[in-house]
């Protein structure tokens, strides 16, 4: 069995969309991103970044494509309010970019009432200029979050599409057999998996060209745990 994950396939595709020259730049470079993150925040060199800075970069790049506040921040790592703010106003000095582009997303979605995918698919907000403050904010949360997780699903769906065809006709014994969420897993003979591993790990990764490298991580196994 064949378990193939793309690698912060969301983040990545934020450096794609936003064009931030900091977070960009950490993906080209095979950075690790939370670690990035961390020194750009706490202003530390990155090989000097602790495993609690690390822990706190991640909370704040997953979180903010979820619309994440600064409450949620000091819920979620269990630090004071105003340390949490902290955090999040270097953050936004720091990926200027990601903050344009949040900004712009939500101001485009006021006005179109939708936002799309990379790859035209739409999801309609109808109450994202809705008196209601709770429904306004939620509809403005979906802004932001939907173009990233709508397009990981499109990435993933077009590499599911290149990836069969190519079974089908070049190897009809490997079977893809299950998605989940950023994942796929195949089944295959024991003498070819590792050639299969390397041709199912290249064509995720050529589904779709961004900005910055899409990695999709596979590993080999008897069965679905062993393959992770």
């Known amino acids: 069995m064949i378990s193939a994950d793309y690698s912060q396939i969301e983040l990545r595709i934020m450096a794609h969309l936003s064009k931030d020259k900091n977070l960009t730049n950490a993906f080209n470079k095979g950075l690790d991103v939370h670690s990035s993150t961390a020194a750009e925040v706490f202003g530390v060199d990155i090989e000097n970044v602790t495993e609690e800075q690390r822990r706190s970069a991640k909370a704040i790049n997953f979180g903010l494509m979820y619309g994440m506040s600064a409450f949620g921040l000091t819920r979620q790592l269990d630090i004071p309010r105003a340390d949490a703010q902290k955090y999040l106003d270097t953050y936004f000095e720091r990926y200027t970019g990601v903050k344009d582009y949040m900004a712009n997303t939500k ?56 990836i069969n065809k190519f ?3 070049e190897l009809p014994e490997t079977k893809m057999i299950m998605q989940v969420h950023d994942e796929l897993i195949f089944e295959t003979p024991k003498n070819n998996a590792d050639e299969v591993l390397g041709l199912m790990k290249n064509m995720m990764e050529a589904a779709v060209r961004l900005d910055i490298p899409l990695i999709a991580d596979a590993e080999i196994g008897q069965n679905w745990n062993e393959a992770h």
């Open 107 to 162: 101001a485009q979605a006021k006005e179109d009432m939708f936002v799309e995918t990379i790859m035209g698919r739409r999801l309609y907000l109808n109450e994202i200029n809705a008196a209601n403050g709770l429904r306004r904010q939620a509809a403005e949360r979906a802004a932001i979050n939907a173009p990233l997780q709508g397009s990981a699903a499109d990435i993933i769906k077009k590499a599911m599409i290149d």
């Open 167 to 169: 079974l089908i006709k």
